[in-house]
T-cell receptor
């Protein structure tokens, strides 16, 4: 069973609107949680990295939150743009083995004009 | 330009024919890793390397080999490829000696095994 679950699997939003993606994980204890953006056919690019003691981290119009007690994270995209169309991947690293990562399957976001 | 490069970018081969996918980084990173990405499954870690001559298995190592003889290179070897290894492969590197640091991904190698 995947230790990182993301929802929704996909979503479509209109340009200029906001959206929130969810990530639930069971990796415990974990070292850090990160969100990546992956454009079609390209490698993932890091958006945010949060340690277990951080609650929120922003990168421009992207804001990630983390609740280590409930093992949930969210990625909020503000004022979406067409270039935000991509897959967003939640990734958790293990504190017991800081060399391994567990990836979510991703949420595909489509922004329409 | 700081980057991770992979070659080839696209490869079609037949079952059983040995192949190597190269990965190179020019950032003097200690940590390197290989992943495969399949629809609906996301990225899965194949092998990783903490430094030169130090490698370990990820979640799906069966059918793959790696080596790390130089810091900048981390080739992925498929000794006898099978159709279930058809996938999109990514190499990544990280400055820190662990996966905890920010990882930089290569452009990907799309492999088809017939």
């Amino acid at each position: 069973k995947n230790q990182v679950e993301q929802s929704p699997q996909s979503l479509i939003i209109l340009e200029g609107k906001n959206c929130t993606l969810q990530c639930n994980y069971t990796v415990s204890p974990f070292s850090n949680l990160r969100w990546y953006k992956q454009d079609t056919g390209r490698g993932p690019v890091s958006l945010t990295i949060m340690t277990f003691s951080e609650n929120t981290k922003s990168n421009g119009r992207y804001t990630a939150t983390l609740d280590a007690d409930t093992k949930q994270s969210s990625l909020h995209i503000t004022a979406s743009q067409l270039s935000d169309s991509a897959s967003y991947i939640c990734v958790v690293s293990y504190r017991s083995n800081d060399y391994k990562l567990s990836f979510g399957a991703g949420t595909t976001v489509t922004v329409r004009a | 330009e700081a980057q991770v490069t992979q070659n080839p970018r696209y490869l079609i081969t037949v079952t059983g024919k040995k192949l190597t996918v190269t990965c190179s980084q020019n950032m003097n990173h200690e940590y390197m890793s290989w992943y495969r990405q399949d629809p609906g499954l996301g990225l899965r870690q194949i092998y990783y390397s903490m430094n030169v001559e130090a490698t370990d298995k990820g979640d799906v190592p069966e059918g793959y080999k790696v080596s790390r003889k130089e810091k900048r290179n981390f080739p992925l070897i498929l000794e006898s490829p099978s159709p279930n290894q058809t996938s999109l492969y990514f190499c990544a590197s990280s400055l820190s000696g662990t996966a905890g640091g920010e990882q930089y991904f290569g452009p990907g190698t799309r492999l088809t095994v017939t």
